[in-house]
């Protein structure tokens, strides 16, 4: 397993601009899911992809927000009109399919967004 | 929803045993996690053990749960210097066909030398 990879790792940027954000899983795992994380705390999930599909999604994803995972591989998170208070760590992760021994969430290195 | 708690700090002399708690409050939980997050890092894996299992031991780790005080704690052996890092404890809500992970906000391990 060459692990989740994201980028970019570190991303400045404007309050009102656009950003998104790459992921790429572990090969041969359908499911995806991205998390943020703000200093001090623990991940909080955002949404969740079984290939192309997007079955779950938080409530913390704003309309401001999209995510895509258009062939079922790579994805990619968009974060529109940036606010500050979306400076935070986001995380992807990905797992094989259901039955297979814990389940077990493997997770990337993080993107960095910090909104001035 | 899953609620998980921890507590923020701990602090250990190298050699000696680490013990990191966890508290949660959703029965249903399946699947109890650890992951260690080095400063600026990822989440990288521990280990993690199903519901019905009292106690998993992986090298240094020593996995205990108490279901009936919904209780998890990990137990690292001769904790080394390179230790040093936060813990999270997180649980899986089994919600469909998704496994969401409910994280605590993560025990700060020191490790003095």
């Known amino acids: 397993d060459t692990g989740v990879s994201q980028n970019p790792r570190h991303k400045i ?8 954000f790459r992921c790429d899983p572990i090969s041969e795992h359908n499911r995806l899911y991205w998390y943020r994380q703000t200093l001090g705390q623990g991940p909080e999930f955002l949404t969740y992809f079984q290939n192309e599909a997007q079955l779950e999604k938080s409530r913390l ?15 990619t998170l968009e974060i529109q009109r940036t606010e500050q208070g979306d400076s935070a760590m986001y995380l992807c992760a990905s797992s094989r399919p259901l039955g297979y021994s814990g389940n077990t969430i493997y997770f990337g290195e993080g993107s960095w967004l910090t909104v001035v | 929803g899953e609620d998980v708690e921890q507590s923020l700090f701990l602090s250990v002399r190298e050699g000696d045993s680490s013990v990191i708690n966890c508290t949660y409050t959703d029965s249903s939980s399946t699947y109890l996690y650890w992951y260690k997050q080095e400063p600026g890092a990822g989440l990288q894996l521990l280990t993690y053990i199903f519901s019905n299992m009292d106690m998993k031991q992986d090298q240094r780790l020593t996995v205990l749960l108490n279901k009936k ?20 404890c997180a649980g899986s809500i089994s919600s469909g066909s998704a496994r969401q992970l409910t994280f605590g906000s993560g025990t700060q391990l020191t490790v003095l030398p």
């Open chain 1, 13 to 20: 940027t404007k309050r009102g601009q656009n950003v998104t």
């Open chain 1, 61 to 75: 994803l704003s309309d401001r927000f999209s995510a895509e995972r258009p062939k079922g591989s790579f994805s």
């Open chain 2, 69 to 88: 005080d919904k209780h998890l704690s990990l137990r690292i052996a001769d904790t080394q210097t390179g230790d040093s890092a936060i813990y999270f």
